[in-house]
């Protein structure tokens, strides 16, 4: 089994509210889309307009490449950590990273590889090469599921096929990261709750595909409110709609919250996320091809370098947006929370609380 060096104790991890009741019932309710069928266009912006996130089948991308790579950063993340900080550098906030996230103080039960990519390489030369050339082949393979969901979403949205893809795909300075996360087995939390693996975000990005092993714990916030658990599926690619999208569409498709609960028992989660940004100049405003005669912007005009320095000085919990906005946007999915979970305590318990908000910078 991999291991990182734990947390002192369970009190230095947030837990959070996890009712295991229901649980499939809320799982049905996450769409997948086969993106090579007919009507995937109007299938991948329903699923976008409705819960920002989706399954997407029949990607293309052979399972080899993706075994690969999995296999290659399991091995990374079974080597000493004087040698994984040797060879990437620690998080500031690329490199490797364990358990703090960013730079705000907080915390998750993790570790990880935060990397900028350019065209087709990655900018850390110091990885064993058989690791940086996966990584570059997965990332090319991921670039491309992203511009074919862009371009069915704008094809969905009535817009010009190529409008969103070039935005991130094949374009100059485009702000491309890839993020590799690994979650060992954690103490065991109590009922209905679980340790943090990494805590309540949206993206920023235009765009997120992720792809995970076999090993549960990714949860997405349904319009009511409610956290459904993602059955893991190694053969298929996850798609979250970024907070630069929902601000692209004025709303229409909104940035979908999302958490990772850290895995119980023995088995470890390993994913991989490609973040598809536009580069630092592109402007982030409504698209006019979108707006109805009198529609009103949600949000004031801002640049992916803009909005990305404010990202840097928040907490993931925070409402990023909140600052960009004009006038108040009542978008799905902004009810509150259940009650969280404490971990005051040896063991933790639940308790009534205001909810511990947890970050991610990229």
């Known amino acids: 089994m991999v291991a990182i060096a734990a947390p002192g104790s369970l009190d230095q991890i947030p837990l959070m509210r996890c009712p295991k009741a229901n649980a499939a019932q809320l799982a049905a309710a996450i769409p997948s889309v086969d993106l090579s069928a007919p009507g995937a266009a109007a299938a991948v912006a329903d699923a976008c307009r409705g819960v920002g996130f989706f399954r997407a089948t029949n990607h293309g991308v052979p399972a080899d490449l993706t075994d690969a790579l999995e296999a290659r950063a ?122 943090t693996g990494f805590g309540e975000h949206t993206d920023p990005q235009i765009i997120s595909v992720l792809r995970s092993n076999c090993t549960a714990g990714l949860q997405i916030k349904l319009p009511d409110g409610r956290w459904a658990p993602v059955p893991p599926d190694p053969e298929s690619f996850f798609v979250n709609v970024g907070d630069s999208l929902q601000v692209l569409t004025n709303g229409r498709l909104r940035s979908v919250k999302h958490r990772v609960v850290a895995p119980e028992g023995t088995r470890s989660r390993l994913s991989v996320i490609y973040f598809g940004g536009p580069a630092p100049s592109q402007r982030i405003a409504p698209l006019p091809q979108l707006m109805r005669d009198g529609e009103q912007s949600l949000y004031r005009e801002f640049t992916w370098g803009e909005y990305k320095r404010a990202a840097y000085k928040t907490r993931l919990g925070d409402h990023r947006l909140g600052p960009f906005e004009l006038r108040a946007a009542a978008l799905p999915g902004d009810c509150a929370d259940p009650q969280p979970c404490s971990s005051s305590g040896a063991k933790g318990t639940c308790m009534q609380q205001q909810p511990q908000q947890v970050a991610k910078v990229y």
Do not use: Q
């Not at 590889?113 to 990332?139: D, H, I, K, M, Q």
């Not at 491309?176 to 209905?192: F, G, I, K, L």
């Open 74 to 195: 399991m091995a990374f993340f079974a080597l000493p950590a004087e040698e994984k900080l040797d060879m990437s550098g620690a998080a500031r906030p690329l490199g490797y990273g364990s358990k703090s996230i960013g730079c705000n103080g907080d915390v998750g039960w993790l570790e990880y590889l935060l990397l900028s990519v350019s065209a087709n390489s990655v900018r850390v030369s110091s990885l064993p090469p058989s690791l940086r050339a996966a990584l570059e082949e997965y990332t090319a393979a991921a670039r491309e599921v992203a511009g074919r969901v862009l371009e069915l979403i704008a094809e969905g949205l009535g817009l010009e096929r190529a409008l969103l893809r070039r935005m991130v795909v094949g374009r100059e300075g485009s702000d491309e990261m890839v993020r590799v996360n690994h979650y060992p087995p954690c103490p065991v939390a109590p009922a209905d709750c679980g340790v």
